[in-house]
């Protein structure tokens, strides 16, 4: 079982960037693919980018480009560069496994606004 510490959103203005952290606890953590998903206001819960074991990273079609899913296996850490942010952006962010476990943290909040 994994579980995990999400850290690093804020407000921020569009077009600017924010860098998200998870740490996750357990001595198996390199094994499992990750994900970061989001859930924004009225909206269901979503993948925003999967990262494998081996370092191979999808992205959703919303975010390629913008977004950089990267992981640290000796710290137990998964990351997410966001650059160029938008309003839709706006969500709260969490990380799981992909696919995702049902313990969930408890987010990071991101706000896109000016």
């Known amino acids: 079982q994994v579980q995990f510490v999400e850290s690093g959103g804020g407000l921020v203005q569009p077009g600017g960037s924010l860098r998200l952290s998870c740490a996750a606890s357990?001595?198996?953590?390199?094994?499992?693919?990750m994900g970061w998903y989001r859930q924004g206001p009225g909206k269901q819960r979503e993948l925003v980018a999967g990262?494998?074991?081996?370092?191979?990273?999808i992205y959703a079609t919303s975010v390629k480009g913008r977004f950089t899913i990267s992981r640290d296996n000796a710290k137990n850490t998964v990351y997410m560069q966001m650059n160029s942010l938008k309003p839709e952006d706006t969500a709260v962010y969490y990380c799981?496994?992909?696919?995702?476990?049902?313990?969930w943290g408890q987010g990071t909040q991101v706000t896109v606004s000016s």
């Open positions: 357990g001595s198996i953590f390199s094994i499992y693919a």
């Open positions: 799981n496994t992909r696919p995702p476990s049902d313990d």
């Open positions: 990262i494998t074991s081996g370092g191979n990273a």
